[in-house]
């Protein structure tokens, strides 16, 4: 049971480098979405979709995006990376379009590490 | 402006005992309210729940209330055990001022019990 998967676990960039974070869930899940954590901030939502071809922005959105031309998977990309985007970033789904409201828990990957040197 | 805060930052319990984890909302809106528990290098976990209709809601030893009046919920652990040490995040759920559904997250409280 896979559940949300993402990768990578680790990753180091250079300011200015673009990356992809791969997330996929296996739930059929129509709802996921990306959090960034930071050290006194807590869980910000940074983009998120509804379902297969609807994504919309979060809380802090700049300097990410999003694609979701499957059920299945919502990668997250920085196209020019920052130092401001060291982080801790979560992927998250949840089943109903809804999302994280009523009784919709989500679900969250295990993390991705992100240092922006 | 952090619309739900978990003031205190830690927690230290002895194993047995009860743990009493406090979180503040400022929005009335908020319908829904979710605590999660998250390990070291995992991502969050969903632990309980509490609609806003109500003022408890119970699961084996974890055990929520919300006073509305108060805008405030807690979380209770009774008996606290060692494997309960995690940092604990509140999260708050309803729609904002564009009829979008939003949910909220507190800073969390890092729970340690000790044997």
């Known amino acids: 049971n896979a559940g949300v998967t993402q990768t990578p676990k680790f990753q180091v960039l250079k300011t200015g480098q673009s990356m992809t974070l791969q997330c996929a869930q296996d739930m059929n899940h129509e709802y996921m979405s990306w959090y960034r954590q930071d050290p006194g901030m807590g869980l910000r939502l940074i983009h998120y979709?509804?379902?297969?071809?609807?994504?919309d922005q979060g809380e802090v959105p700049n300097g990410y995006n999003v694609s979701r031309s499957t059920t299945e998977d919502f990668p997250l990309r920085l196209l020019s990376a920052a130092p401001s985007q060291t982080s801790v970033y979560f992927c998250?789904?949840?089943?109903?379009?809804?999302?994280?409201?009523?009784?919709?828990?989500?679900?969250f990957g295990e993390g991705s590490w992100l240092t922006v040197v | 402006d952090q619309q739900v805060k978990q003031n205190s930052p830690s927690l230290s319990v002895q194993e047995g005992r009860i743990s009493i984890l406090n979180c503040d909302y400022t929005n009335s809106m908020f319908d829904y309210f979710l605590w999660y528990k998250k390990y070291p290098a995992e991502g969050p976990t969903f632990l309980i729940s509490?609609?806003?209709i109500k003022d408890k809601n119970e699961d084996g030893r974890f055990t929520v209330f919300l006073n509305k009046s108060a805008k405030h919920l807690s979380l209770h652990i009774v008996p606290s055990q060692p494997g309960d040490s995690a940092v604990y995040f509140c999260?708050?759920?309803?729609?904002?001022?564009?009829?979008?559904?939003?949910?909220?997250w507190g800073l969390g409280t890092s729970l340690a019990v000790n044997p």
């Open positions: 979709s509804v379902g297969a071809g609807i994504t």
């Open positions: 998250a789904s949840s089943l109903s379009p809804r999302g994280p409201s009523s009784g919709n828990t989500i679900y």
């Open positions: 999260a708050a759920s309803g729609l904002n001022a564009g009829n979008n559904r939003k949910l909220i």
């Open positions: 509490i609609s806003s």
